[in-house]
């Protein structure tokens, strides 16, 4: 499982960088609970409290179906 | 955009049309005419919705179904019942994100934005702390900005403004110019439907006037672990919701 950012806009050039650039959040491969991110993700939804927040993270891991690219 | 067909099992009066239309009575009543209004749709495709009742032609017009047709016409206008479901789902996300990015929640607001007359809009009505009048005519492309992005590629998105302006967020200028100026990062999240297997909506978590520590390095850990919290953390919250408004159904209800 890899989970990477990833600019949209154009970063050739450091010096002509833009104010507000639009960064992709990118998953691909099979979903691992056990990756650092995943990990850590669940930990926060963990310090919400929420159940409901809790409950949707699960479902979603077990479904996969945040995955964009296999 | 989807096409509803609602068939009654023993619709004869379809049955007698299509009867009529046949020779030799089509010859006396000059009709062409079948019985499609009984028959499920040849093809199964996601945005073909097919549904029966078993009983007879006026069943399908009773006045009782005319609530759920004019719903489904309506969409992604949202019915009240819908929509107060999902800004209730708005404002327990606004405060979960003020937790998890480390944020006052007065400073943190919701919308969602779904696509209607070949745009990304926001649907009347499903924000949550949005006070800047202009920001309710936003009109954003795919592929525009974090929410175009983020419904074109089904990836969450953000996008921070680190300097005076939001240039390389490509929104044009008279788009740009609708946003609050307190406005400093938007976290685009993707709402996808299972049953339609594509992006229906995006959810925006936005803050004014601060940037929270968490979203100040995108390549930390917790950056992206704060974005996919968020993310996985209301899927499954807001797809019910519009996918009823989709179907022209009442929401999933609390049951005893």
């Known amino acids: 499982m890899n989970i990477q950012t990833v600019p949209i806009s154009p970063q050739a050039d450091e010096a002509i960088r833009p104010d507000a650039e639009v960064v992709r959040l990118k998953i691909s491969g099979p979903v691992d609970p056990n990756n650092a991110v995943m990990r850590r993700a669940r930990e926060l939804v963990l310090g919400t409290g929420s159940r409901a927040m809790i409950e949707s993270f699960d479902w979603a891991v077990q479904r996969g179906n945040f995955v964009t690219e296999e | 955009m989807a096409v509803r067909n609602e068939r009654a099992t023993s619709d004869w009066v379809v049955g007698a049309a299509r009867l009529a239309s046949r020779r030799p009575l089509s010859w006396l009543t000059r009709l062409q005419a079948g019985d499609s209004g009984r028959r499920v749709f040849t093809q199964k495709l996601p945005a073909l919705l097919d549904d029966y009742l078993i ?4 069943e399908t017009h009773n006045p009782l179904r005319f609530e759920r047709w004019s719903r489904f016409i309506a969409y992604p206008l949202l019915p009240d019942d819908v929509l107060q479901k999902v800004t209730t789902e708005m404002q327990a996300l606004r405060q979960e994100a003020a937790i998890i990015l480390g944020e006052t929640a007065v400073r943190i607001r919701a919308n969602l934005f779904a696509p209607m007359d070949g745009a990304l809009r926001i649907v009347p009505g499903a924000t949550d702390n949005m006070k800047y009048a202009p920001e309710f005519d936003l009109k954003i492309e ?14 969450p998105c953000i996008v921070v403004k680190r300097g005076n302006s939001w240039t390389g967020n490509t929104l044009p200028g008279d788009e740009l110019e609708k946003i609050n100026p307190a406005l400093k990062w938007v976290i685009s999240l993707p709402v996808k439907s299972e049953a339609r297997s594509a992006v229906v909506g995006v959810v925006n978590v936005d803050g004014l006037d601060n940037l ?5 390095d995108q390549n930390s850990q917790e950056y992206k672990a704060a974005i996919l919290a968020l993310h996985l953390g209301m899927l499954r919250r807001f797809e019910p919701y519009l996918e009823a ?4 159904d009442r929401p999933p209800q609390i049951e005893a």
């Open chain 2, 55 to 58: 009983g007879h032609h006026s």
């Open chain 2, 142 to 155: 795919e592929n525009h900005g974090a929410t175009g992005t983020a419904f074109t590629t089904g990836s």
């Open chain 2, 212 to 216: 929270p520590a968490i979203l100040q």
């Open chain 2, 245 to 248: 408004g989709f179907r022209g």
